[in-house]
Nanobody, 127 residues
Framework: QVQLVESGGGLVQAGDSLRLSCEVS????????MGWFRQSPGKDREHVAT????????RYADSVKGRFTISRDNTKNTVYLQMNSLKPEDTAVYFC????????????????????WGQGTRVTVSS
């Protein structure tokens, strides 16, 4: 059974930083694209950042470019999201996602392309 467990969320003030982690068990992630999506109340899940299997290529939503950095450590089967200069509009539940096929690329930004999802970690940014 594949499990993705996120951690690192919390309540911060605008301008602060947080680092989210996603530990994966039950499957090696080393060959698959991984990423982060988020969902705010009343909104659909949206792509935040995705990373190629090697970690060498990344894709970001325009709203987080220059502020967020996605990375991965395949030896630890873990994906990270470093979030700097947080804004109130970043408030959401953040989900770690993983592909189950080599056909999914880090450039795929639809949530439907990712078979594995964590339970989510809440990030709240106060103004």
């Amino acid at each position: 059974q594949v499990q993705l467990v996120e951690s690192g969320g919390g309540l911060v003030q605008a301008g602060d930083s947080l680092r989210l982690s996603c530990e994966v068990s039950g499957k090696s992630i080393s060959n698959y694209a991984m990423g982060w999506f988020r969902q705010s109340p009343g909104k659909d899940r949206e792509h935040v950042a995705t990373v190629s299997y090697s970690g060498g290529r990344t894709r970001y939503a325009d709203s987080v470019k220059g502020r967020f950095t996605i990375s991965r450590d395949n030896t630890k089967n873990t994906v990270y999201l470093q979030m700097n200069s947080l804004k109130p509009e970043d408030t959401a539940v953040y989900f770690c996602v993983g592909a189950d096929t080599l056909k999914t690329s880090y450039t795929d930004t639809s949530p439907n392309n990712y078979a594995y999802w964590g339970q989510g970690t809440r990030v709240t940014v106060s103004s």
